[in-house]
């Protein structure tokens, strides 16, 4: 399979200074941004932003930061509510260690059957080391539905994925200051940036998006 190629960042309120016509025009392609958190926060910039990124062309995706604030499926009805994803929005599920109570796979289990009865598709699942050390080397055929986006900051090394999955399809390979080159965008400046493993149409249909 071609690829990676390395045309999609992820945002939230916290990248300040953000001109996606810019970041377009520099061969970005798909841009996910920060919708919701747990069950109170609501990025807001996300709105904004959707639609700048609508009016260049950009592929279009929304996460959820997961956290043990209520029962997975509680979160995934806020989060659609409030991300009110289309057909062709990426549909993305952050479980990371939170500042207040984590998310357990019991709730992320929850969380992605919830959005799969109702978009009849599984949500991507981001992770890292937490949720690394959370499966071990258990398997978990719920999760194991969902595409990979794992987040992994070692230089010249790549992911290290958990054994539930036969491989990652996107890697977040910098936070915008550790890991590999590059760490900027044009108009965005640092920024997470992303690998997507396969080609601009295996990344198209990832977002529902139909080929040429």
């Known amino acids: 399979m071609p690829g990676p190629i390395n045309v999609v ?12 016509a810019a970041a377009a025009n520099a061969g970005i392609v798909g841009v996910i941004h920060k919708a919701t958190e ?6 807001n910039m996300y709105t904004v932003r959707r639609l700048q990124a ?8 929304a996460y959820h930061f997961g956290t043990g604030s209520a029962d997975g499926a509680t979160q995934a009805r806020r989060f659609l509510e409030i991300a009110r994803p289309d ?3 990426l549909v993305v599920l952050d479980f990371e ?14 969380f992605v059957n919830a959005i799969h009865d109702t978009l009849k598709r599984f949500p991507v699942l981001y992770g890292g080391v937490f949720l690394k050390s959370l499966l071990g080397g258990n398997s978990d055929p719920v999760l194991a539905q969902c595409p990979l986006w794992y987040a992994q900051y070692l230089p010249n090394t790549p992911p290290r994925i958990p054994p539930n999955w036969k491989t990652w399809t996107m890697w977040q390979y910098t936070d915008g200051i550790h890991g590999d080159q590059p760490h900027t965008v044009q108009g965005i400046g640092s920024c997470d940036r992303d690998n997507f493993n396969g ?8 977002w529902g998006v139909a080929g040429p």
Request: aromatic share 4%; glycine share 10%; hydrophobic share 45%.
């Open 9 to 20: 960042i992820d945002l939230s309120h916290h990248n300040a200074h953000v001109d996606l």
């Open 38 to 43: 747990g069950m109170t926060f609501v990025d």
């Open 54 to 61: 609508a009016a260049h062309g950009l592929l279009w995706g």
């Open 87 to 89: 057909a062709q929005t």
């Open 97 to 110: 260690e939170s500042k207040g109570i984590s998310m357990t796979l019991e709730q992320a289990r929850e």
């Open 199 to 206: 080609d601009l149409n295996g990344l198209k249909a990832l």
